[in-house]
Nanobody, 124 residues
Framework: QVQLVESGGGLIQAGGSLRLSCAAS????????LGWFRQAPGKEREFVAA???????YYADSVKGRFIISRDNAKNTVYLQMNSLKPEDTAVYYC??????????????????WGQGTQVTVSS
């Protein structure tokens, strides 16, 4: 499994923007499908966005038009640009590597590597 390190979370007012970053420390990400998931208190982890090894992108309906996933293979990093943030976006955000992309969503498998999570809090 790929080991990942996230950064960029924090406290932001509603309507603001944040960019999350996720880097792999010891393995190239270039051949993997990558994604972001989030988990709010008392809720299950949910899919947010995915980007395939070839650059196709997929989003949850709740973030479509507001979030942008991108990757920089030279920097071994995947990003999540979050715009027009809402209080309901408050969650711990996790990046994932080696996803199955199926039906327009990222699906974790037994091979999926995860970051440690970064807290995003959106105040109203």
């Amino acid at each position: 499994q790929v080991q990942l390190v996230e950064s960029g979370g924090g406290l932001i007012q509603a309507g603001g923007s944040l960019r999350l970053s996720c880097a792999a420390s010891r393995r190239t990400l270039s051949g993997y499908n990558l994604g972001w998931f989030r988990q709010a208190p008392g809720k299950e982890r949910e899919f947010v966005a995915a980007i395939t090894w070839s650059g196709s992108t997929y989003y949850a309906d709740s973030v479509k038009g507001r979030f942008i996933i991108s990757r920089d293979n030279a920097k071994n990093t995947v990003y999540l640009q979050m715009n027009s943030l809402k209080p309901e976006d408050t969650a711990v955000y996790y990046c994932a590597a080696d996803l199955l992309v199926k039906g327009g969503t990222g699906v974790p498998t037994s091979r999926t590597g995860w970051g440690q999570g970064t807290q995003v809090t959106v105040s109203s």
